[in-house]
Protein backbone atom coordinates (compact mmCIF):
# COMPACT_ATOMS: atom_id res chain seq x y z
CA UNK A 1 0.00 0.00 0.00
CA UNK A 2 1.09 3.20 -0.76
CA UNK A 3 2.04 5.36 2.08
CA UNK A 4 1.25 9.07 2.92
CA UNK A 5 3.12 9.84 6.05
CA UNK A 6 2.70 12.79 8.49
CA UNK A 7 -0.55 13.78 6.32
CA UNK A 8 -4.10 13.74 7.96
CA UNK A 9 -6.57 14.25 4.97
CA UNK A 10 -9.70 15.72 5.84
CA UNK A 11 -11.25 13.68 3.04
CA UNK A 12 -11.26 10.41 5.36
CA UNK A 13 -13.46 11.72 8.02
CA UNK A 14 -16.16 12.69 5.36
CA UNK A 15 -15.95 9.43 3.58
CA UNK A 16 -16.66 7.77 6.74
CA UNK A 17 -19.64 9.73 7.30
CA UNK A 18 -20.84 9.24 3.59
CA UNK A 19 -20.49 5.26 4.56
CA UNK A 20 -23.01 5.31 6.97
CA UNK A 21 -25.56 6.75 4.64
CA UNK A 22 -24.96 5.62 1.26
CA UNK A 23 -24.39 2.25 -0.96
CA UNK A 24 -21.56 3.45 -3.14
CA UNK A 25 -18.62 6.17 -2.40
CA UNK A 26 -16.71 7.06 -5.56
CA UNK A 27 -13.70 8.77 -4.56
CA UNK A 28 -12.15 10.46 -7.77
CA UNK A 29 -9.25 12.99 -8.80
CA UNK A 30 -6.03 12.98 -10.06
CA UNK A 31 -3.17 10.28 -9.42
CA UNK A 32 -0.24 10.03 -6.54
CA UNK A 33 -2.90 12.41 -4.46
CA UNK A 34 -3.52 9.47 -2.02
CA UNK A 35 -6.59 7.44 -2.98
CA UNK A 36 -4.65 3.91 -2.95
CA UNK A 37 -4.01 5.27 0.68
CA UNK A 38 -7.18 6.42 1.89
CA UNK A 39 -9.01 3.57 0.03
CA UNK A 40 -6.84 0.78 2.02
CA UNK A 41 -7.33 3.05 5.32
CA UNK A 42 -11.09 3.02 4.87
CA UNK A 43 -11.08 -0.88 4.20
CA UNK A 44 -9.46 -1.23 7.37
CA UNK A 45 -11.59 0.95 8.97
CA UNK A 46 -14.65 -0.85 7.76
CA UNK A 47 -12.82 -4.43 7.86
CA UNK A 48 -13.23 -4.78 3.90
CA UNK A 49 -11.50 -6.25 1.09
CA UNK A 50 -9.31 -4.11 -1.83
CA UNK A 51 -9.51 -5.13 -5.54
CA UNK A 52 -6.49 -3.18 -6.92
CA UNK A 53 -7.84 -2.85 -10.42
CA UNK A 54 -3.66 -1.19 -11.31
CA UNK A 55 -3.19 -5.25 -10.93
CA UNK A 56 -2.68 -7.15 -13.93
CA UNK A 57 -3.96 -10.42 -12.88
CA UNK A 58 -6.92 -8.63 -10.73
CA UNK A 59 -7.97 -7.33 -14.35
CA UNK A 60 -7.64 -10.60 -16.00
CA UNK A 61 -9.49 -11.95 -12.75
CA UNK A 62 -12.36 -9.01 -13.21
CA UNK A 63 -12.91 -10.12 -16.48
CA UNK A 64 -13.15 -13.66 -16.34
CA UNK A 65 -16.24 -13.56 -12.96
CA UNK A 66 -16.46 -10.46 -11.60
CA UNK A 67 -19.55 -10.99 -10.14
CA UNK A 68 -17.82 -13.44 -7.90
CA UNK A 69 -15.33 -11.06 -6.43
CA UNK A 70 -17.52 -8.30 -5.81
CA UNK A 71 -20.49 -10.68 -4.24
CA UNK A 72 -20.82 -10.66 -0.19
CA UNK A 73 -22.26 -9.11 2.49
CA UNK A 74 -19.47 -7.41 3.57
CA UNK A 75 -17.82 -3.47 2.42
CA UNK A 76 -15.82 -4.27 -0.95
CA UNK A 77 -13.31 -1.49 -2.10
CA UNK A 78 -12.30 -1.32 -5.66
CA UNK A 79 -9.17 0.82 -7.04
CA UNK A 80 -8.78 2.42 -10.35
CA UNK A 81 -12.27 0.81 -11.12
CA UNK A 82 -11.51 2.53 -14.95
CA UNK A 83 -9.70 -0.12 -15.81
CA UNK A 84 -11.87 -2.43 -16.38
CA UNK A 85 -15.32 -0.56 -16.24
CA UNK A 86 -17.44 -3.72 -16.73
CA UNK A 87 -17.01 -4.27 -13.18
CA UNK A 88 -19.39 -1.97 -12.63
CA UNK A 89 -22.27 -3.74 -14.00
CA UNK A 90 -21.60 -6.37 -11.41
CA UNK A 91 -21.90 -3.93 -8.70
CA UNK A 92 -24.84 -2.82 -9.80
CA UNK A 93 -26.08 -6.35 -9.57
CA UNK A 94 -25.19 -6.51 -6.07
CA UNK A 95 -26.67 -3.32 -5.44
CA UNK A 96 -30.33 -4.39 -7.09
CA UNK A 97 -30.11 -7.05 -4.84
CA UNK A 98 -29.15 -4.68 -1.58
CA UNK A 99 -29.01 -1.05 -1.08
CA UNK A 100 -27.00 -1.20 2.19
CA UNK A 101 -25.14 1.90 2.99
CA UNK A 102 -21.45 1.24 2.90
CA UNK A 103 -21.25 -1.72 0.38
CA UNK A 104 -18.89 -0.53 -1.84
CA UNK A 105 -16.34 2.05 -2.02
CA UNK A 106 -14.26 2.76 -5.64
CA UNK A 107 -11.82 5.00 -6.60
CA UNK A 108 -10.57 6.29 -9.78
CA UNK A 109 -7.86 8.68 -11.67
CA UNK A 110 -10.39 9.53 -14.43
CA UNK A 111 -13.38 11.86 -14.14
CA UNK A 112 -16.53 9.36 -13.67
CA UNK A 113 -17.91 11.68 -16.45
CA UNK A 114 -15.66 10.09 -19.03
CA UNK A 115 -16.60 6.41 -18.00
CA UNK A 116 -19.96 6.23 -20.12
CA UNK A 117 -20.88 3.15 -17.80
CA UNK A 118 -20.67 5.44 -13.94
CA UNK A 119 -23.90 6.61 -15.59
CA UNK A 120 -25.63 3.22 -17.05
CA UNK A 121 -24.92 1.43 -14.20
CA UNK A 122 -24.62 3.93 -11.33
CA UNK A 123 -27.20 6.58 -11.94
CA UNK A 124 -28.68 7.01 -8.39
CA UNK A 125 -27.17 5.02 -6.39
CA UNK A 126 -23.53 6.65 -6.02
CA UNK A 127 -21.91 9.58 -3.57
CA UNK A 128 -19.03 11.40 -5.52
CA UNK A 129 -16.05 12.50 -3.43
CA UNK A 130 -13.24 14.65 -4.90
CA UNK A 131 -9.81 13.46 -3.26
CA UNK A 132 -7.46 16.54 -4.68
CA UNK A 133 -4.06 17.24 -3.84
CA UNK A 134 -3.13 18.15 -0.01
CA UNK A 135 -4.77 22.14 1.30
CA UNK A 136 -2.00 24.13 3.07
CA UNK A 137 -3.82 23.17 5.98
CA UNK A 138 -3.13 19.53 6.00
CA UNK A 139 0.27 20.04 5.06
CA UNK A 140 1.02 22.03 8.35
CA UNK A 141 -1.17 20.21 10.47
CA UNK A 142 -3.85 22.95 10.81
CA UNK A 143 -7.72 22.22 10.07
CA UNK A 144 -8.33 25.42 8.10
CA UNK A 145 -12.21 26.60 8.21
CA UNK A 146 -12.26 29.86 5.97
CA UNK A 147 -15.02 28.81 3.46
CA UNK A 148 -16.89 26.99 6.68
CA UNK A 149 -16.91 30.51 8.24
CA UNK A 150 -17.77 32.13 5.17
CA UNK A 151 -20.59 29.56 4.27
CA UNK A 152 -21.72 29.88 7.93
CA UNK A 153 -22.55 33.94 6.97
CA UNK A 154 -19.84 35.07 9.73
CA UNK A 155 -17.23 36.70 6.94
CA UNK A 156 -16.45 39.30 9.94
CA UNK A 157 -14.79 36.91 11.93
CA UNK A 158 -12.20 36.79 9.54
CA UNK A 159 -11.10 40.71 10.24
CA UNK A 160 -8.89 40.00 12.78
CA UNK A 161 -6.02 42.02 15.10
CA UNK A 162 -3.16 39.15 14.16
CA UNK A 163 -0.87 40.18 11.27
CA UNK A 164 -0.11 38.52 8.68
CA UNK A 165 4.11 37.64 8.73
CA UNK A 166 4.13 35.75 5.67
CA UNK A 167 6.07 36.98 2.48
CA UNK A 168 6.21 37.14 -0.94
CA UNK A 169 8.94 34.98 -1.19
CA UNK A 170 6.75 32.71 1.27
CA UNK A 171 3.94 32.69 -0.91
CA UNK A 172 5.64 31.98 -4.07
CA UNK A 173 7.49 28.85 -2.44
CA UNK A 174 4.22 27.45 -1.88
CA UNK A 175 2.64 27.86 -5.11
CA UNK A 176 5.72 26.19 -7.07
CA UNK A 177 5.05 23.72 -4.33
CA UNK A 178 1.56 23.02 -4.77
CA UNK A 179 0.06 20.26 -2.97
CA UNK A 180 0.90 16.97 -4.54
CA UNK A 181 1.76 14.78 -2.03
CA UNK A 182 4.99 12.90 -3.77
CA UNK A 183 6.41 16.25 -4.59
CA UNK A 184 6.41 17.46 -1.66
CA UNK A 185 8.33 15.37 -0.09
CA UNK A 186 11.19 15.92 -2.58
CA UNK A 187 13.92 18.67 -2.77
CA UNK A 188 13.28 21.24 -5.58
CA UNK A 189 15.56 19.65 -8.50
CA UNK A 190 13.38 16.48 -7.62
CA UNK A 191 10.74 18.05 -7.44
CA UNK A 192 10.93 19.24 -11.05
CA UNK A 193 12.11 16.22 -12.35
CA UNK A 194 8.61 14.55 -10.84
CA UNK A 195 6.64 16.80 -12.28
CA UNK A 196 7.96 16.23 -15.63
CA UNK A 197 7.88 12.28 -15.15
CA UNK A 198 4.38 12.70 -13.63
CA UNK A 199 3.47 14.95 -16.63
CA UNK A 200 4.49 12.44 -18.98
CA UNK A 201 2.74 9.14 -17.32
CA UNK A 202 -0.87 11.09 -16.85
CA UNK A 203 -0.51 12.09 -20.89
CA UNK A 204 1.04 9.01 -22.19
CA UNK A 205 -1.28 6.69 -19.95
CA UNK A 206 -4.43 8.15 -18.00
CA UNK A 207 -5.23 10.30 -21.21
CA UNK A 208 -4.58 7.15 -23.51
CA UNK A 209 -7.36 5.38 -21.38
CA UNK A 210 -9.83 7.03 -21.77
CA UNK A 211 -9.49 7.84 -25.76
CA UNK A 212 -7.53 7.20 -28.69
CA UNK A 213 -6.02 10.46 -29.63
CA UNK A 214 -5.06 11.49 -33.59
CA UNK A 215 -3.13 13.95 -32.40
CA UNK A 216 -1.48 12.62 -29.33
CA UNK A 217 1.73 14.63 -29.77
CA UNK A 218 0.30 18.02 -29.12
CA UNK A 219 -1.21 17.17 -25.74
CA UNK A 220 2.72 18.41 -24.19
CA UNK A 221 1.97 21.66 -26.14
CA UNK A 222 -1.75 22.33 -25.73
CA UNK A 223 -1.10 21.73 -21.71
CA UNK A 224 1.41 24.22 -21.66
CA UNK A 225 -0.32 26.53 -23.33
CA UNK A 226 -3.23 26.05 -20.63
CA UNK A 227 -0.37 26.35 -18.02
CA UNK A 228 0.17 30.06 -19.64
CA UNK A 229 -3.31 31.00 -19.65
CA UNK A 230 -4.24 29.82 -15.79
CA UNK A 231 -6.55 32.00 -14.12
CA UNK A 232 -7.68 33.79 -16.90
CA UNK A 233 -10.85 33.02 -19.16
CA UNK A 234 -10.38 30.38 -21.83
CA UNK A 235 -9.99 31.64 -25.51
CA UNK A 236 -10.32 27.85 -26.93
CA UNK A 237 -9.27 29.91 -30.51
CA UNK A 238 -5.78 31.16 -29.20
CA UNK A 239 -5.99 27.86 -27.23
CA UNK A 240 -6.47 25.57 -30.42
CA UNK A 241 -3.86 27.98 -32.58
CA UNK A 242 -0.77 27.78 -30.08
CA UNK A 243 -1.30 23.82 -29.92
CA UNK A 244 -1.45 23.58 -33.99
CA UNK A 245 -5.09 21.95 -33.36
CA UNK A 246 -8.13 23.06 -34.99
CA UNK A 247 -10.90 24.44 -32.72
CA UNK A 248 -12.87 21.22 -32.07
CA UNK A 249 -10.09 19.09 -31.71
CA UNK A 250 -8.80 21.31 -28.64
CA UNK A 251 -12.00 21.62 -27.23
CA UNK A 252 -12.31 17.32 -27.26
CA UNK A 253 -8.66 17.64 -26.28
CA UNK A 254 -9.19 20.10 -23.21
CA UNK A 255 -12.34 17.54 -22.34
CA UNK A 256 -9.89 14.85 -22.07
CA UNK A 257 -7.01 17.10 -19.71
CA UNK A 258 -10.08 17.54 -17.29
CA UNK A 259 -11.10 14.07 -17.07
CA UNK A 260 -7.71 13.13 -15.92
CA UNK A 261 -7.47 16.08 -13.53
CA UNK A 262 -4.44 17.95 -15.23
CA UNK A 263 -7.18 21.05 -15.95
CA UNK A 264 -10.08 22.46 -14.40
CA UNK A 265 -12.48 24.53 -15.75
CA UNK A 266 -14.30 27.25 -13.64
CA UNK A 267 -17.97 27.86 -15.46
CA UNK A 268 -19.12 31.89 -15.24
CA UNK A 269 -22.52 32.19 -13.07
CA UNK A 270 -25.44 31.69 -14.84
CA UNK A 271 -27.06 33.99 -12.85
CA UNK A 272 -27.24 37.56 -14.65
CA UNK A 273 -28.91 39.75 -12.02
CA UNK A 274 -29.91 42.02 -14.84
CA UNK A 275 -25.61 42.65 -15.69
CA UNK A 276 -24.67 41.68 -18.73
CA UNK A 277 -22.40 38.90 -17.97
CA UNK A 278 -20.11 36.46 -19.80
CA UNK A 279 -20.40 33.03 -20.25
CA UNK A 280 -16.57 32.19 -20.42
CA UNK A 281 -15.30 29.89 -18.16
CA UNK A 282 -12.31 30.14 -16.44
CA UNK A 283 -9.32 27.71 -17.05
CA UNK A 284 -6.85 26.36 -13.37
CA UNK A 285 -4.46 24.09 -13.67
CA UNK A 286 -5.48 21.47 -10.69
CA UNK A 287 -2.30 22.14 -9.38
CA UNK A 288 -0.17 25.32 -9.25
CA UNK A 289 3.10 23.58 -8.50
CA UNK A 290 2.64 21.65 -11.72
CA UNK A 291 1.45 25.16 -13.42
CA UNK A 292 4.48 26.54 -12.37
CA UNK A 293 7.00 23.58 -13.92
CA UNK A 294 4.90 23.58 -16.87
CA UNK A 295 5.90 27.16 -17.27
CA UNK A 296 9.39 26.37 -15.70
CA UNK A 297 9.03 29.52 -13.36
CA UNK A 298 11.11 28.90 -10.37
CA UNK A 299 10.18 30.32 -6.45
CA UNK A 300 12.98 32.92 -7.07
CA UNK A 301 11.71 34.28 -10.56
CA UNK A 302 7.79 34.25 -9.11
CA UNK A 303 9.69 36.02 -6.62
CA UNK A 304 11.37 39.38 -9.00
CA UNK A 305 9.36 43.09 -8.69
CA UNK A 306 9.94 42.79 -13.08
CA UNK A 307 6.66 43.31 -15.18
CA UNK A 308 6.43 39.71 -16.53
CA UNK A 309 6.90 38.24 -12.93
CA UNK A 310 4.68 40.57 -11.44
CA UNK A 311 2.14 39.14 -14.21
CA UNK A 312 3.08 35.70 -14.04
CA UNK A 313 2.77 35.41 -9.82
CA UNK A 314 -0.73 37.19 -10.08
CA UNK A 315 -1.93 34.18 -12.89
CA UNK A 316 -0.37 31.60 -10.47
CA UNK A 317 -1.35 32.92 -7.34
CA UNK A 318 -5.14 32.89 -8.79
CA UNK A 319 -4.60 29.49 -9.36
CA UNK A 320 -3.61 28.53 -5.95
CA UNK A 321 -5.96 30.37 -3.97
CA UNK A 322 -9.01 28.96 -6.07
CA UNK A 323 -7.14 25.57 -5.78
CA UNK A 324 -7.36 25.79 -2.04
CA UNK A 325 -10.87 27.41 -1.47
CA UNK A 326 -11.91 24.24 -3.64
CA UNK A 327 -10.45 21.57 -1.71
CA UNK A 328 -12.06 23.53 1.61
CA UNK A 329 -15.63 23.82 -0.53
CA UNK A 330 -14.86 19.73 -1.17
CA UNK A 331 -15.29 19.07 2.42
CA UNK A 332 -18.73 20.78 3.06
CA UNK A 333 -22.03 20.00 2.20
CA UNK A 334 -24.65 22.24 1.50
CA UNK A 335 -22.64 24.08 -2.13
CA UNK A 336 -24.67 24.42 -5.31
CA UNK A 337 -22.03 25.34 -6.80
CA UNK A 338 -18.20 27.43 -7.83
CA UNK A 339 -17.85 29.89 -10.47
CA UNK A 340 -16.45 32.92 -11.46
CA UNK A 341 -18.79 36.58 -12.24
CA UNK A 342 -17.56 38.63 -14.97
CA UNK A 343 -19.04 41.17 -16.61
CA UNK A 344 -18.88 42.95 -20.49
CA UNK A 345 -17.65 45.91 -18.39
CA UNK A 346 -14.62 44.55 -16.87
CA UNK A 347 -16.57 43.86 -13.45
CA UNK A 348 -15.00 40.52 -12.20
CA UNK A 349 -15.08 38.48 -9.26
CA UNK A 350 -12.61 35.30 -9.25
CA UNK A 351 -14.46 32.95 -7.16
CA UNK A 352 -17.77 32.91 -6.08
CA UNK A 353 -19.65 29.66 -3.70
CA UNK A 354 -23.55 29.54 -3.73
CA UNK A 355 -25.13 27.63 -1.25
CA UNK A 356 -28.08 25.22 -1.93
CA UNK A 357 -30.49 28.13 -0.91
CA UNK A 358 -28.90 30.10 -3.40
CA UNK A 359 -27.16 32.82 -1.21
CA UNK A 360 -23.31 33.53 -2.25
CA UNK A 361 -20.13 34.11 -0.90
CA UNK A 362 -17.70 36.44 -3.61
CA UNK A 363 -13.39 35.81 -3.78
CA UNK A 364 -11.53 38.04 -5.53
CA UNK A 365 -7.70 37.29 -5.39
CA UNK A 366 -5.41 40.20 -5.34
CA UNK A 367 -1.37 39.49 -5.36
CA UNK A 368 -0.34 43.23 -4.21
CA UNK A 369 -0.04 44.37 -0.85
CA UNK A 370 -2.75 46.97 -0.92
CA UNK A 371 -6.11 46.79 -2.28
CA UNK A 372 -7.25 50.24 -3.63
CA UNK A 373 -10.82 50.98 -4.18
CA UNK A 374 -10.96 50.02 -7.32
CA UNK A 375 -10.24 46.24 -6.81
CA UNK A 376 -13.21 46.31 -5.02
CA UNK A 377 -15.39 46.79 -8.00
CA UNK A 378 -16.18 43.61 -8.89
CA UNK A 379 -17.11 42.77 -5.13
CA UNK A 380 -19.38 46.30 -4.82
CA UNK A 381 -21.56 45.45 -8.10
CA UNK A 382 -22.21 42.01 -7.22
CA UNK A 383 -23.22 42.69 -3.94
CA UNK A 384 -25.67 45.73 -5.28
CA UNK A 385 -26.87 43.04 -7.38
CA UNK A 386 -27.54 40.26 -5.32
CA UNK A 387 -28.87 42.15 -2.46
CA UNK A 388 -29.74 40.42 0.54
CA UNK A 389 -28.76 37.02 -1.35
CA UNK A 390 -24.99 38.68 -0.71
CA UNK A 391 -23.79 36.52 2.45
CA UNK A 392 -19.99 38.57 1.75
CA UNK A 393 -17.33 39.34 -0.39
CA UNK A 394 -13.46 38.91 0.31
CA UNK A 395 -10.65 40.21 -1.37
CA UNK A 396 -7.44 38.38 -0.55
CA UNK A 397 -4.39 40.01 -0.73
CA UNK A 398 -0.27 39.50 0.27
CA UNK A 399 -0.52 42.75 2.62
CA UNK A 400 -0.27 41.86 6.73
CA UNK A 401 -4.22 43.61 8.10
CA UNK A 402 -7.39 42.32 7.67
CA UNK A 403 -10.29 44.71 8.01
CA UNK A 404 -13.93 46.28 6.87
CA UNK A 405 -13.79 47.95 3.74
CA UNK A 406 -17.88 48.41 3.87
CA UNK A 407 -20.87 46.51 3.55
CA UNK A 408 -20.21 43.16 4.07
CA UNK A 409 -16.90 43.51 2.54
CA UNK A 410 -13.90 42.75 3.94
CA UNK A 411 -9.70 42.43 3.02
CA UNK A 412 -7.91 39.51 4.81
CA UNK A 413 -4.46 38.12 4.26
CA UNK A 414 -3.72 35.08 1.71
CA UNK A 415 -2.64 33.03 4.26
CA UNK A 416 -6.11 33.16 6.35
CA UNK A 417 -6.88 30.60 4.36
CA UNK A 418 -4.69 27.79 6.32
CA UNK A 419 -4.56 29.86 9.15
CA UNK A 420 -7.91 29.02 11.71
CA UNK A 421 -9.90 31.69 12.75
CA UNK A 422 -11.42 30.02 15.63
Known amino acids: MAQMPGYERRVHDLALARLEEEPLLLLQGPRTVGKTYLLHQLAEARGGEVIDLDDSPTRDAVRTDAATLVSGSGPIFIDEYQHEPAVLAAVKAELNNDLRP?????????????????????????????????????????????????????????????????????????????????????????????????VELVLERGVMEVSKLRQRRQLPALLRHLASQTGQLLNITVTAEAAVLDRHTAADYLELLESVFLVRQLPAWGRTLGARTTGTPKVHLVDSGLAARLLRLTPEHLARRDATALSEFGHLMETFVVGELIKQASWLDGIAGLHHWRTYDGEEVDLLIERDDGCVVAIEVKSGTRVPGEDLRGLERLRDLAGAGFIGGVALYTGERSYAVGDRLFVVPIDRLWKPTR
Open 102 to 198: GRFVLAGSTRSTAVPEVAEYLAGRVSFLAVLPLSQGEIEGARENFVETLMLGEPRSLVTNKRSETSRVEYARRITTGGMPIALARNEPARRRWFDEY
